[in-house]
């Protein structure tokens, strides 16, 4: 695609700018990080668009501290103040429903996360966020606390201008198919291999 030429014009009946404003199921899977990352870097821009956005993670902990997530905080901040970008809404284990991680058992960790899915079905079938982030969304699908064909479904369903970005390890290939973006992540290098652990600024 150079320069952003398209490599072919399909015969769907849209025009360019129809199909330019269609939204787009992305996905970020692959063992390398920066998948977490780059979706957060897509929301920005969203965010800047003024577009209301969604972050929803699953596997994360409540007491692992994210960087991006005070930065969007902030930004909702700046919206609610300013008017300027849009609103934003971050919910993660711990914050939000039921599907935290806590004492239990899978049985119990499986029912949490598939009322997550539900809630985020409800918020897509009334268009309430234009941008979501599914973080780590791949592992319920994995593991099969949520059916990968249900979330298809209701993927391929949505109305409106709602862009929907996964992230994880393993995605599945059900998701894979449905996808309009996939990026995989590969490692080449990491500090990591040789013995430096995560640093501030970088990993959180």
């Known amino acids: 695609m ?26 970020h899977t692959g063992a390398m ?13 969203g965010w800047n668009q003024g577009w209301s956005i969604g972050v929803f993670q699953f596997v994360k902990s409540a007491k692992w501290k994210v ?10 901040r700046v919206h609610a103040e300013t008017g300027e970008g849009g609103p ?18 899978e049985s119990d960790h499986a029912a949490d996360a598939l009322e997550g899915w539900r809630e985020i079905r409800r918020r897509i079938e009334n268009r309430v966020h234009e941008v979501y982030v599914l973080d780590e969304f791949t592992y319920p699908l994995k593991w099969g606390w949520v059916d990968v ?9 949505r109305e409106g201008r709602q862009h929907v970005i996964i992230t994880g390890r393993d995605a ?5 198919e449905a996808a309009d973006l996939v990026m995989e992540t590969t490692k080449i ?14 990993e959180w």
């Open 67 to 76: 960087g991006e997530e005070e930065a969007f905080r902030a930004l909702g």
């Open 33 to 45: 990080k920066g998948k977490s990352t780059a979706a957060f870097g897509m929301a920005l821009r």
């Open 172 to 176: 599945a290939p059900e998701l894979i």
């Open 88 to 105: 934003v809404e971050w919910h993660k284990m711990g914050s939000g429903w039921s599907w935290t991680r806590k004492a239990g058992t």
């Open 149 to 157: 064909h249900e979330v298809v479904e209701v993927l391929n369903a």
């Open 2 to 27: 150079p320069q952003g030429q398209v490599s072919a014009v399909p015969q769907d009946g849209l025009t360019t700018r129809q199909r330019r404003n269609r939204p787009l199921l992305v996905v």
């Open 189 to 202: 290098k990491h500090p990591m291999d040789a013995g430096q652990k995560g640093q501030r600024g970088i």
